[in-house]
Each structure stands twice: as C-alpha cells, then as structure tokens.
C-alpha cells in the first residue's frame, strides 16, 4: 500500500485511524486554520496599505471639493463631483474601519469549560495548576480541546474573511466613485 509524505498521513491508504492518527490529523488541522488566521490579516493589512494610499491622495487632490458644494455659482457638474469625491473619501474611511477590526483580536473566548489550548483559560491557572492540569488530561479529552479549538478559529477566519470582503467591496466603491469623477472632469474641460 502507498504512503504519503506528510505526518499525518503516514498512514496506508483505507486503513482505520487510531487515536494517535486523528491527534495528528487535529494538530495538522489546527496548523492549517492557524495559517488561514495569518493569511486575513496580511490581506488586511495590505487593504490598510491601499487605504492609507488612497486616502493621502484623495486628500491632496480633493482640496478645495467642499467650496464646489457650498459655492451657489458653482456648475452641477463640479458638485456631481464633488460629491462622489466625498464618497470616495468616506468608502475608504469605512473600508480602513473594517480592515482595522479584522486584524485587532477579539480577546472574548467563546463561553467553554476549561480548554488548554484556549490562552485565556491557560492564564486562569496558576503556572503550577496548568501544568498538572495537563499532565492529568486524557488522551480523548485533550482531542476533545484541540477540537474545540479548531472549530472556534475557523469561525475567527470566517469573520475575518467576511470583514476583508466588505473592505474590498468599499475600495471597489472608492475606485468607482474616483473613476466616474474623473470622467466627468474630462469630459467638462
């Protein structure tokens, strides 16, 4: 029978797991969501970098927008776009929001029995409780905590996911606006 390279599947093909098989396939499986966690916030922070781009541009090249909104004589057209100017500025305010609350942590666990793997029940024990608590652990209890674990990031990367789209779509919206104001300007020179 054939075997594959990785740790975790250093198991023939169609043979049973036993229980040191599926703790390793956990451990992989945690690995695995653990770089999906890493992976949302460095596309977060690039957003944030594209962001802050265009922001200090929008904000230099948009002086003087508000004077076409509060100027009576000023053409329908200038306040078109002076209008999807602002909008742009404030899709890229809101796109940096949303970028910002998916790389900050959310330091609320969900509401669990004690779990090892979870930093904020570790840190209620003292050093010396933690360490007997788990070297008395079983061997099904602690597969039962790294499952446990894993469920909850992989709703953390869900939401991370969900809050790096929305931030995209807002930059979509920002290119949108910018491009549209762009054109106009062409076209009423």
Known sequence: MQKSSLPSQQVEQNKPFDEVDK????????????????????KAQF????DALLIGSAAFFG????NSLITPE???EEKIIAVLSILMFVALLVSTYLALIVIMPKLSPPDVQFNIFYFSSILKLSEQEFIARYKNSDHKELENMLLSEIYALAAIVQ???K????????????????AFAQGMGILLK
Do not use: M
């Open 47 to 50: 957003t944030l970098t594209v």
């Open 63 to 66: 002086k003087g927008v508000a």
């Open 163 to 178: 809050g790096v789209r929305r931030s995209h779509y807002f930059i979509l919206l920002a290119l949108g606006c910018w």
């Open 74 to 76: 000023a053409p329908i």
């Open 159 to 161: 939401n991370k996911y």
């Open 23 to 42: 703790f390793t396939v956990s451990l992989d499986l945690l690995k695995h969501i653990e770089s999906q966690v890493s992976r949302t916030d460095t």
